[in-house]
């Protein structure tokens, strides 16, 4: 079968009905890579080293020379896992610059039969235009609020009831705080954040508010591009309220059944922010069970760090919402009736 070279817009649509293939080493696809794509590489890290400093001292000849005879013995072992992994024999392809590496897969699928669409340009194609979209305008509303009102389970709710909205702390597998990475998966890259929010943003209308939790710049290890977080702080702001009692109880839920010693761990690390005295009491109180006591005190710290963080907001279309004591769906139909006041 032959391949054909694709454009990324048509590789992306491509994608809902193909596997893609990353043909880059295990360490390139690894910092970042286009999401849903599964890595075959065709010279993995070592290799890679070798043939580009080859490359560099002896030219393109000796460096491809030497790039055959390091992927050669394994061409039968590609083809045959490709034949198994991928019955239908219909793939996406894609290296780092739409090069040497995804043709030498390309042609080796298409030996045995494959229809392949290679991306145009590669990866390189496909990081650009997620760096530049990122980096665009866009129409946010805030949802704001202290720790523990419920931000992102509003949020969601809000995208069930047909709003835009982006979770910034599902993107990034934490919540955000001291605590944030209990229980999450690995965090992404900085590269890979921006990869998976480009590919949120790139289904919503940039004309319309898109919903948007009250974020730091740094959400665990990731930071939000500059362009993006200006955006974010002067955007019009719906601040939500609950009662202590209430937040204490969901934060009670979302991480009383966590392992004490990640627990122990974040209240550890507030330390300087708590004080020895206070931190003390807190650990004691997560060893004994008490979650009133220890939630209390961490949100004696996270309270102060919200009006901080509330200051720097450059915005005057603020609107402040007493959801206390509603229901989610009460709490919703608040919430897009502050969106009405503000558009």
């Not at 990353?22 to 360490?27: K, T």
Request: proline residues 3%.
């Amino acid at each position: 079968m032959a391949e054909k070279l694709v454009a990324l817009e048509e590789f992306l649509s491509l994608r809902e009905k193909y596997p893609i293939i990353d043909a880059r080493s295990e360490g390139e696809f690894a910092q970042s890579h286009i999401p849903k794509a599964l890595n075959i590489p065709i010279l993995n890290n070592k290799e890679r080293v070798i043939v580009g400093t080859l490359y560099k001292s002896k030219g393109s000849e000796d460096a491809m020379l030497k790039g055959f005879e390091l992927v050669g013995p394994k061409f039968h072992k590609i083809q045959k896992n490709a034949l198994k992994q991928f019955p239908e024999k219909k793939i996406l392809l894609y290296c780092w610059r739409g090069g040497m590496r995804s043709e030498i897969l390309s042609w080796l699928l298409s030996m045995v039969g494959f229809e392949i669409f290679r991306l145009n340009g590669g990866y390189k194609t496909y990081r650009t235009y997620t760096f530049e979209l990122v980096r665009e305008n866009w129409k946010f509303l805030n949802l704001a609020g202290r720790t523990g009102t419920g931000k992102t389970r509003l949020l969601h709710g809000l995208r069930e009831w047909g709003q835009q909205i982006i979770d910034l702390e599902g993107l990034a597998n934490h919540k955000g705080s001291s605590f944030g990475g209990i229980g999450q998966n690995p965090q992404p890259s900085v590269e890979q954040f921006e990869n998976l929010l480009a590919e949120a943003l790139r289904r919503l209308d940039p004309k319309d508010f898109i919903w948007i939790e009250n974020e730091s710049r740094r959400i665990g290890k990731v930071m939000l591009p500059d362009h993006f977080y200006e955006q974010m702080i002067s955007a019009p702001l719906v601040s939500i309220t609950k009662s202590r009692e209430e937040r204490i109880d969901l934060i009670a839920e979302e991480y009383g059944a966590l392992d004490k010693e990640g627990l122990i761990a974040a209240v550890s690390r507030l330390r300087k922010k708590l004080g020895g005295q206070r931190t003390k009491e807190a650990i004691e109180a997560i060893i004994s069970e008490n979650k009133e006591t220890w939630i209390g005190l961490v949100l004696e710290y996270y309270d102060k760090a919200y009006d901080f963080d509330l200051s720097n907001h450059q915005t005057d279309q603020f609107v402040d919402l007493n959801l206390q004591g509603i229901n989610f769906e009460e709490s919703l139909t608040k919430l897009i009736h502050a969106r009405q006041q503000i558009t």
